[in-house]
């Protein structure tokens, strides 16, 4: 069983899947939220693909964002969803800022 919250986001560019479970409405609005922050802060033309899965009693997750300047992309499993979500999206915003922080070191050293 996998259930996709996609139709959900603003966007068709944010794709959302869960397999053998599905998160309660708490879990489900910290998730859309964090995607929302995400696609606004990721490339212009980036995608963005979450999916979790369950087994036993482990959330395992996955983040990627894909875009023609940069892909990110980030995975964990924790026993509690909220905080798999929140480590991967901290995890995956690091990477972000860190990214458009030094993305135009490179031009400039060019240019100089």
């Known amino acids: 069983?996998?259930?996709?919250?996609?139709?959900?986001?603003?966007?068709?560019?944010?794709?959302?899947?869960?397999?053998?479970?599905?998160?309660?409405h708490s879990n489900q609005r910290k998730l859309r939220e964090y995607l929302i922050e995400l696609e606004e802060s990721s490339p212009s033309d980036a995608s963005i693909t979450a999916h979790f899965s369950k087994e036993d009693h482990n959330y395992t997750g996955s983040l990627k964002i894909l875009s023609q300047k940069k892909d990110f992309s980030e995975e964990n499993s924790s026993e509690?969803?909220?905080?798999?979500?929140?480590?991967?999206?901290?995890?995956?915003?690091?990477?972000i800022q860190k990214w458009k922080k030094n993305r135009f070191k490179n031009i400039s050293d060019e240019l100089a």
Do not use: A, H
């Open 80 to 95: 509690d969803l909220s905080q798999l979500i929140d480590g991967l999206f901290i995890k995956i915003k690091e990477k």
């Open 1 to 24: 069983m996998t259930l996709s919250f996609s139709d959900t986001f603003p966007s068709n560019n944010v794709k959302v899947s869960f397999e053998e479970f599905e998160p309660n």
